[in-house]
């Protein structure tokens, strides 16, 4: 898949190459109403990343209905539409305007927005209000769900859990990791907005580490994403437990990024012998048992 942000409403791609080929297109975040986002500079590189802090800038909900659905409708590669709010009733009027729109086959639900109501914490730092959040949305649509993490709390399988329990039907993670630069001349932070998300290879091995510790914990599908720039770095998060893999910052500076990872995923596969994918999603968890295992085994001192 494409990562939400990084991949416009994926018809911006489709000189580039084959965007039906690929697993589904995760399009910008939308909110109900259109934003402008965040001043100027919004994004700048970092050592082996970007911060950015675009800030939602999205077309809203009746546009994206009205000017992209019916072109996605035509497409065989499914469009997951990623979702933003300021509010719970925000999420859900947003989840309900998109229910049972042709071209829309799923919604991403991005937890990492400030709860306005709440003084500004992001929803998906505590459990209980990502819960909410899901909750909300499951009862507004009838189209799958996945919800995508934010790293930016204190045990990311606890909000996990409580999201699959609150009816999840997937999850997604991991979002930008909150950063910032300062530009030496001018004395002031480089991005408009003060601070911003970093993401791509820098965070790769951390979101790794959250993937790997969030597939032990539910039994619903997870969605690795944080880094992946080759076919490697995706099989990684797929033995870690990944179902699926979103490429998001690789394909800023190669727009092919995607379609790259998928056919060296391929090639990966035919050259270890290996017919279907399932046969390697969660197997690096067997090191987690094992690793367990040999502890209680292990004689007491
Ligand atoms: C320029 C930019 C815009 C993004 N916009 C969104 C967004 O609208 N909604 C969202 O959930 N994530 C957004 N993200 C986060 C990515 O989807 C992804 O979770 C994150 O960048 C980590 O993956 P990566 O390292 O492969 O980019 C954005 C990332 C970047 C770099």
């Given at each position: 898949?494409?990562?939400?942000?990084t991949?416009?409403?994926?018809?911006?791609?489709?000189?580039?190459?084959?965007?039906?080929?690929l697993?589904?297109?995760?399009?910008?975040?939308?909110?109900?109403k259109?934003?402008?986002?965040?001043?100027?500079?919004?994004?700048?590189?970092?050592?082996?990343?970007?911060?950015?802090?675009?800030?939602?800038?999205?077309?809203?909900?009746?546009?994206?209905?009205?000017?992209?659905?019916?072109?996605?409708?035509?497409?065989?590669?499914?469009v997951i539409?990623?979702i933003?709010?300021?509010?719970?009733?925000?999420?859900?009027?947003?989840?309900?305007?998109?229910?049972?729109?042709?071209?829309?086959?799923a919604?991403?639900?991005?937890?990492?927005?400030?709860?306005?109501?709440?003084?500004?914490a992001?929803?998906?730092?505590?459990p209980?209000?990502?819960?909410?959040v899901?909750?909300?949305?499951?009862?507004?649509?009838?189209?799958?769900?996945l919800?995508?993490?934010?790293?930016?709390?204190?045990?990311?399988?606890?909000?996990?859990?409580?999201?699959?329990?609150a009816?999840?039907?997937?999850?997604?993670?991991?979002?930008?990791?909150?950063?910032?630069a300062?530009?030496?001349?001018?004395?002031?932070?480089?991005?408009?907005?003060?601070?911003?998300?970093?993401?791509?290879?820098?965070?790769?091995?951390?979101?790794l580490?959250?993937?790997?510790?969030v597939?032990?914990?539910?039994?619903?599908?997870?969605?690795?994403?944080?880094?992946?720039?080759?076919?490697?770095?995706?099989?990684?998060?797929?033995?870690?437990?990944?179902?699926?893999?979103?490429v998001?910052?690789?394909?800023?500076?190669?727009?092919?990024?995607?379609?790259?990872?998928?056919d060296?995923?391929?090639?990966?596969?035919?050259?270890?012998?290996i017919e279907?994918?399932?046969?390697?999603?969660?197997?690096?968890?067997?090191?987690?048992?094992?690793?367990a295992q040999?502890?209680?085994?292990?004689?007491?001192?």
């Amino acid at each position: 898949m494409t990562a939400s942000g990084t991949f416009g409403y994926g018809t911006e791609y489709q000189h580039q190459f084959d965007i039906q080929r690929l697993g589904a297109i995760v399009c910008k975040g939308t909110t109900l109403k259109p934003r402008d986002g965040n001043p100027q500079p919004r994004i700048t590189e970092t050592p082996c990343g970007v911060l950015n802090s675009i800030g939602l800038q999205n077309i809203g909900t009746e546009a994206l209905i009205r000017d992209k659905a019916p072109i996605w409708a035509g497409w065989r590669v499914p469009v997951i539409v990623n979702i933003a709010g300021d509010t719970v009733d925000e999420y859900a009027e947003t989840a309900s305007k998109l229910n049972g729109v042709a071209g829309i086959s799923a919604l991403e639900v991005n937890i990492s927005c400030p709860n306005i109501k709440a003084g500004g914490a992001e929803f998906g730092t505590t459990p209980p209000s990502a819960a909410e959040v899901t909750q909300a949305v499951k009862k507004a649509t009838s189209l799958p769900i996945l919800v995508k993490l934010t790293p930016h709390t204190e045990d990311i399988t606890k909000v996990a859990l409580a999201v699959a329990a609150a009816g999840a039907d997937a999850i997604s993670l991991v979002n930008t990791f909150k950063g910032m630069a300062i530009d030496t001349t001018r004395r002031r932070p480089l991005l408009g907005n003060l601070t911003g998300g970093l993401s791509g290879p820098a965070i790769r091995p951390i979101a790794l580490y959250l993937v790997y510790q969030v597939a032990a914990a539910v039994d619903i599908p997870v969605v690795g994403c944080g880094g992946i720039t080759t076919a490697s770095d995706a099989i990684e998060f797929i033995m870690a437990g990944a179902t699926a893999v979103q490429v998001g910052t690789a394909g800023l500076s190669n727009p092919r990024a995607p379609i790259e990872v998928l056919d060296g995923i391929e090639k990966f596969l035919a050259s270890q012998g290996i017919e279907r994918i399932t046969e390697i999603i969660g197997v690096a968890q067997l090191a987690r048992s094992h690793q367990a295992q040999s502890r209680r085994e292990r004689p007491a001192r």
